[in-house]
């Protein structure tokens, strides 16, 4: 175990991990009450056309998809106030131009191309410094942003027109928390992929729903879940040289069905009387 840990490419992949988790996790949170679990996996499924641009341009594809999502999340929050389409729908559309403007962009690249792969299925493993210097700086705006404005979001969540009766700028929290998640989406791409990473936002709070008892409890069963998902997940692939991202979604499933069956198990125990 400690030979793996003393490994410099598993040591970026853990602390890129445990950060990730822990923003991803903390975001799931406003992602599955305010049921827009679809945004981030909309917002990374678009985010490959910032991916493709970055690759053709010869810049870092990370920041050139970050910006982009940043953009995405500021244009949905813009377009669900003013249309009378439903979220989903502007999502949806969102989602599908993103990825055919992502394969067009990709068609006047000619070879394989193995930045694009890690970026469709993850590669944690294969984290550079730089990468991992643009995850903590966002990745410490972010929880400064939740922070900051965390009492302010939650009546958000709870009742908009209470928000508005307090005096929050609700159109402006909105857009802010859009952007936010849109941004974390696309840092934790390098950590699951396009295809996987909304699974590190839904599945923690998932599982954290079964046992909290309060809000507070939430976000710490969250931020746990997710953290043992990405380190047992890690350990799991190195050991067993299999895909990181998929063992670590895979890893939250187990723990999910394993948390639903001890509660399941603890209800059919008769109460002591």
């Not at 191309?113 to 700086?137: C, D």
Request: aromatic content about 8%.
């Amino acid at each position: 175990m400690m030979d793996i840990l003393a490994l410099p490419f598993m040591q970026r992949a853990v602390i890129a991990g445990v950060l990730l988790a822990l923003i991803l996790a903390v975001l799931g949170i406003f992602v599955v009450l305010k049921r827009m679990a679809f945004l981030s996996d909309g917002i990374a499924h678009a985010s490959l056309a910032g991916v493709a641009a970055g690759i053709l341009a010869g810049l870092n594809p990370l920041l050139v998809a970050l910006g982009l999502g940043a953009v995405l999340g500021a244009l949905i929050a813009w377009l669900e106030r003013r249309t009378k389409l439903a979220g989903d729908a502007l999502i949806g559309l969102v989602f599908t131009g993103g990825m055919a403007l992502g394969v067009v962009l990709l068609a006047f690249k000619r070879g394989y191309q193995p930045e694009l792969v890690s970026f469709l299925f993850g590669n944690i493993l294969a984290v550079q410094w730089n990468e991992l210097i643009i995850m903590a700086v966002l990745g410490f705006a972010i929880l400064v942003f939740l922070l900051l404005c965390y009492k302010r979001l939650v009546l958000m969540l709870i009742n908009q027109d209470l928000a508005h009766v307090a005096g929050i700028p609700i159109a402006f929290y909105q857009t802010l928390l859009y952007v936010t998640v849109a941004v974390a989406t696309v840092l934790g791409i390098k950590l699951l992929g396009i295809v996987l990473v909304s699974a590190l936002m839904i599945m923690p709070v998932t599982m954290a729903k079964l046992l909290a008892k309060s809000f507070g409890q939430l976000i710490v069963y969250s931020v746990v879940a997710a953290e043992l998902m990405v380190i047992l997940g890690l350990l799991a692939s190195v050991t067993f040289d299999l895909p990181a991202g998929a063992v670590i979604v895979l890893c939250g499933l187990a723990m999910f069905f394993v948390i639903l069956s001890a509660r399941a198990l603890i209800a059919s125990k008769p109460a002591k009387r």
